[in-house]
Every structure is written in C-alpha cells, then in structure tokens.
C-alpha cells in the first residue's frame, strides 16, 4: 500500500476538519482544481474515485433509471402537508442512496447515481409563464420556506455524524424567467422585495434545515452574476446568515459570466471572480481555467483550498472515505426503490396534491355504479402528463384513463377519445357518441411538451416558458362540445401552473386540479372522482384570469404579482380548495391581545367538520398589517396545518405567531417590528374569500 493511502485523511475516528486538511494538503494544484468541477476525475494514488456531482431529486429521482415517480413539486405544495412532504423526501434519499451503493458496486459512478443532489428548487413563482414555476412549491415566501425546510431535513437525514445526501436549494436567487433571457438577464429588484420576498426560503433552509450546498442562479441580480455576488454569496449567505457548506453554479452560469453577461472578459477572469466570491463547485468546465488564473495572479491557491475545503467536507459527511459498514445509511437494500410502500406513499401524495376547485350541485364524488362513462381528451391515456420535468422511471405509471377503468365495477362502461391534439389546429374529433355516457370526464390542460426548462421543451415558443395560459390549442372548443352534449362535464386539469379556465368556471359542473400526479396519478385522481378520498389541496399559486391581470414578465417588482401584492380579483386565489364536506371556524382566541418586539402569541380556533364525511381541512392563518407606515403586503401566510376529522368532529388547532412573522421592512430591505394594529385570520382560505370561512381577531404591538 502506498503511503498516500494510510494517511491520516481515512482514518475515520478523526474529526473531519483534519481529515479534509490532511488530504487537501496531499494534492497538486492541478489535482484541486479538477475537483471543482462536476465531472471531478479520480486521483488513484489517494483512492479517491471519480464523482459526478450532478444528480437531481425534485420529486423522486430523477434520470437515473428505475424509481418511485412522486408528484411534480408544486403538487406537493398544494398537498399544504409538510410531514407527508418529509416522508416522500425520507423515501427519495432512501432511493438515493441505494441507487447509488448498487451502481458503486457495478462500478458505475457516472451521472445521476451520486449523493449530491440539486433539489429542491425554492424560487418564488411569482409569473405564470415561467415555464418552470411547477418544480417550486409556489409563489409564497412561507409556504416555499416550509416545504423547503422539511424537504431538505428529509433528504439530509438526521444522523449527528452523516449525511444521508446532500441537498441543494436553488437558484440564489431572484430567478424566475423568462428562460429565454436567463444567460443574459439581470434581474432588477429592491432591497425590500429582496429580503421580504425573494429571500425567505433560502434563509430558512440554510438556518433552519442546514442545508449543505446552495445553488447559485444564471441570471445577474442587480447587476452581479449570482453565481459570483459578493453580495449574495458572501455578505448575505454566509456572514449574515452563517451558511458553512458550498456553492454550486448552475450549469454553464460561469461562462455566462464573460460570454453573455460581459462582466469579465475571459474565462480565468469568470472563474477567479466565482471563486473568490464564494463559488466552489463549477457545473461545468470554466474552473479548469483556474490554473490560468493563478499563473496571471487573479487567485492564489489558498482561495482554492477554501473551496475545495468546502466540498471535501461534503464527501467526508457521506461517508465515501469511510467502511461502509460505519455509514448508517450504505446499508439500505437495492429492494426499497420502488417498493410498495413507496408506491402507496406516491398515491397519497397524489390524492392530497388534488384540488377541487368547482363541485356544482355537489356532482362528485361519482357512483362506481354508472352505467357509462365517458373518458376525452389528449391527457387521459398519456404517461407525459403524470411526470413533469426532472423524473424518474416507475413501471407502475398509471394513467388517468387507467385509474378510472381500475375504479369502476365491472358493469360499468367506460368510452374513450383522445379527442383533440395536446395543441396545434387539427380539427377536434365528433363528439355526438358522448350523448351515451351518464358523466363525461374530460382530460385536459398542459403537459410537459408546453412548459419546463429552456431547451427541455418541444412545443413551446417561450423557451420553455409559457406565451399564453388558455388551454391549448383547441382544447376549449373540444370542451365547449362536450358540454353542448347535455351530459354533466368533470374537468381534470393536468399541468404545473395556472390555467386560465374561465369559460369552464362558468359553465362546466365540476373541476380538479391534479397538476403532474407522479406514478400514481390515475388511481389518485379516481380516488377523488369516486369518493374514495375527499379532495382537501389548497392552490399553491394564483389563477389568474388573464395575462393582462399580471405586470411584464421581466419586471422583478412584486407590485402586482401574487395574492400578496395583487389587487385585481383573480379566478381562483391562492389557498383555494373545496372539499366534499363543510367546515365551520369559531372561537378564535389569542393568548393575549398585545405583544412586543421579540415576543410570540398563541393563536388558536375551533374547527368542526359539518358534513356528513371523513376529510382533509387545511387551516390557515394569514396577517394583516393595517397601519404600516411603510408598502406591505396586502396579507401573508404565517401558518397552515392540514388536519383529519369525522362527521361533527371538533378539533382546537393551535399555532404560535412570533413577532419576527410580523415585520415590515424599510427602503434598505431592513426588517422592523412597527407598533400599530394586525389582524389575524384563521379559516379554510383567505381571509376575505367567502368560501374559507375564515375567523378574524386584533393583535396589537406595542
């Protein structure tokens, strides 16, 4: 054996700090700088392997073969369930790292099968068009921030010694479209959107969750490359919020630096400015050009070690210079990928993921008994519409029309046509033979061949991004003629992101959101359809009415955007959500009516099921500030929990509202605590949605 494998660096009684000193003082410059890069070479003579950092987990694995498909993220959000959030997150890095100890063994270390994970994405998707608003959890700072917490914790795991992967919340920050522009674009935005808005979910995962990598974003924020800002990676993320791990560009953002933002000039100048500036890992090629660097002066070595430093640090946490048998988690078997519990835990994603957005005349849930049902449209028999971007493969992908068969009995008919094209122009097929069937559930809406990420999309003209947010194509005509027919009209909407429905908001009797459903999507959605399961997601986004309702899609400005800032009464707001049973709030009390800086209230209310059904309530708390002395939001989010109850079952929900929940913030993004009059709100929604049932009290800071 050589001396350089009996070094210090694998002995794993020792503290980590000296490991990764040790080994990073065994390594040329050369050999530290390969390690910055994604596809990290191996160095024999220290048995070191080669690494792919470059894997993805959005909502389950993605791109590495077999896998449990869960719901796109912004189902997920809509669920408004961040204990199920965490076990679908526990389940995925159980995935993760089984995958990746079977391929180690098979002597594949090539992309997608490491432990270093790009998820979650956590940018507010503050625009409708943005074509990759369904891999957040939405356009809200809390929500967002909570997800992300309980996402991260879950694919981290709570050892004291190791980390089961590590996760990467992205993109730092203020990105959210167009694609288009992204390599190029800089992102202007005021201190208090900065900090009010745009901030608060990184913040959270990075302090609350410990996150152990941040990815930086393509774009500029006011006029830094994000993934070289002094400001973002330096002042905020790691002095003023105490972040210890590393920082990832996007994948190519580096030569974005000198290439289309023009900041630099050449590559060793972008690289050299990322570094220095608090970048350590490239996904790219750009940090090979350090060695350049350091011959022309623009960095020193030792700016090098205190990334590579950074990153080493990770690998040490996972375990890969130490026996497996010392690692708690090398051990998970091959068989959990996929396996049954994984599936059920899909499908109950799936069902909590759904929104009921209309029930007229209270159509559904529908009898399993019907004597026919028709079954229309371009997503009811597609496996497209069940994954979103960034997937996996399940072989248990169960489509709508599959879902629908499966819940049936066998004397019920079930007739189907694809009925239209997903878009384009071709003629929609006759639907005169629908006038058979009892119900017609027509499957409609956008897929990912509409909107995702530049360059992953095939229909779309926005890069990705969406040019209007109507259904597609002649989707609304082939709606219209269904609904001619006479027959009752169930929408199922697939997508991840706003539609625009109006036309079926007025005149179709009953309408769910499903979003991207995962593997288990079809089963879910009958589940809902037929009763199995009472619909209780909550809209994770705004439906707006139209494009004219929302600011140019390049103005960063929150004026106007979200149900925070937006003024315009909108389709469906955010929040929203019908069930198959009533809900009734009262009695809301505070633990006391006044509070200062630094101190917290209890709030809590009754909640009582009033219908005649086991279901889901998700209850929300919302503030007003009514006398700021500075622009506000009109309300925010400051607490939800989604909860069970039977028939005439009441439950006390309680939560607890700090003073931080309650801040405004100056010109300068500075957070302050105003003394003046909040209202609070508890109930099914928003506070002024007549459908929440919403209950209001006064809180004073004093």
């Keep these: ?3 350089d494998l009996m070094g210090p660096y694998l002995d794993a009684a020792l503290a980590v700090d000296r490991r990764v000193d040790d080994l990073i003082s065994r390594l040329s410059l050369a050999e530290k700088v390969g390690q910055m890069l994604h596809e990290a070479p191996a160095i024999p003579r220290v048995g070191l392997p080669e690494y792919n950092w470059w894997n993805e987990c959005l909502h389950g694995v993605g791109r590495a073969g077999s896998a449990t498909v869960f719901p796109q993220a912004i189902g997920m959000a809509a669920s408004f369930d961040t204990a199920l ?51 957040t ?14 996402f991260v914790k879950g694919l981290q795991g709570d050892d ?15 990105h959210s479209g167009p694609e288009l522009k992204r390599h190029h674009f800089n992102a202007e935005v005021s201190p208090r959107d900065l900090h009010e808005t745009y901030l608060p979910a990184f913040k959270a995962c990075v302090q609350q969750a410990r996150a152990a990598s941040v990815m930086g974003a393509y774009n500029r924020t006011n006029g830094e490359p994000c993934c070289a800002s002094k400001r973002l990676l330096q002042d905020i993320l790691r002095s003023r919020w105490g972040f210890d791990g590393y920082v990832v560009s996007d994948c190519g953002a580096i030569s974005d630096i000198h290439e289309h933002h023009r900041v630099k000039q050449t590559a060793a100048e972008s690289a050299a400015l990322a570094v220095r500036n608090g ?35 990770a690998r040490f946490r996972l375990g890969m210079f130490d026996p497996p048998e010392r690692v708690p988690y090398a051990s998970i078997p091959a068989g959990v990928v996929n396996c049954r519990e994984h599936q059920e835990l899909a499908r109950q994603m799936a069902r909590e993921s759904i929104v009921l957005l209309k029930n007229e005349n209270n159509l559904l849930p529908l009898s399993k008994e019907l004597g026919c049902i028709a079954v229309v449209g371009p997503n009811a028999c597609e496996i497209r519409p069940l994954l979103g971007n960034y997937y996996g493969y399940s072989p248990r992908m169960v489509t709508l029309l599959e879902g629908i068969v499966a819940a049936v009995t066998p004397g019920t008919q079930v007739l189907y ?6 878009t384009g122009d071709r003629p929609i097929e006759s639907v005169k033979w629908v006038s058979q069937a009892d119900v017609i559930v027509a499957a409609l809406g956008f897929s990912p061949r509409l909107e995702g990420e530049e360059g992953e999309v095939a229909d779309s003209d926005g890069g990705g991004d969406r040019l209007h947010i109507d259904l597609p194509g002649r989707q609304g005509e082939l709606l219209e003629a269904l609904h001619a027919s006479g027959k009752p009209v169930v929408l199922v909407l697939t997508g991840g992101s706003p539609i625009a429905v109006n036309w079926a908001a007025e005149n179709v009797a009953a309408i769910l959101m499903a979003w991207y459903p995962g593997e288990q999507g079809g089963h879910a959605v009958a589940d809902v359809l037929f009763g199995d399961y009472s619909p209780a997601g909550r809209l994770p986004v705004t439906f707006v009415r139209s494009l004219q309702q929302v600011p140019p899609f390049d103005d960063y400005r929150m004026a106007g955007r979200t149900y925070r800032f937006m003024e315009a009464e909108p389709l469906y707001r955010f929040g929203y959500g019908l069930s198959y049973s009533t809900f009734a709030y009262a009695n809301l009390r505070l633990g006391r009516d006044r509070i200062g800086p630094g101190e917290a209230v209890d709030v809590s209310v009754d909640v009582t099921n009033t219908g005649a059904r086991i279901a889901d309530e998700v209850v929300q708390l919302y503030v007003t500030d009514v006398q700021a002395s500075v622009p506000v939001p009109l309300r925010h989010l400051e607490g939800f929990e989604r909860i069970q109850l039977g028939p005439g079952q009441t439950s006390a929900v309680k939560f607890v509202l700090t003073s931080d929940q309650l801040v405004a913030y100056d010109d300068k993004g500075r957070p302050f605590v105003e003394p003046g009059d909040f209202l609070v709100s508890v109930g099914g929604g928003q506070p002024d949605d007549p459908a929440s049932g919403a209950v209001v009290t006064k809180l004073t800071v004093v």
């Excluded at 356009?139 to 967002?144: F, G, H, M, Q, S």
């Excluded at 046509?417 to 997903?422: D, H, I, S, T, V």
Aim: aromatic content about 10%.
């Design 279 to 313: 970048c350590d890992l490239n996904c790219g090629w750009i940090f090979g050009h350090l060695l350049d660097a350091v011959g022309a002066g623009l960095i020193d070595e030792a700016e090098i070690d205190v990334a590579l430093r950074r990153l080493l640090y």
């Design 417 to 422: 046509a694809q009925g239209c094209e997903l």
């Design 85 to 135: 959030l965490h076990r679908v997150a526990s389940a995925i890095s159980d995935e993760a790292r089984a995958k990746h100890h079977q391929a180690a063994r098979q002597g594949n270390r090539g992309q997608y099968f490491g432990l270093t994970f790009w998820s979650p994405n956590i940018n507010i998707f503050r625009d409708p068009r943005w074509g990759r608003g369904q891999e």
């Design 137 to 150: 959890y939405g356009e809200d700072p809390y929500l967002t921030g909570r997800s992300g917490v309980a």
């Design 160 to 174: 004291p010694r190791y980390l089961k992967l590590v996760a990467t919340p992205k993109h730092f920050a203020v």
């Design 1 to 3: 054996m050589s001396h």
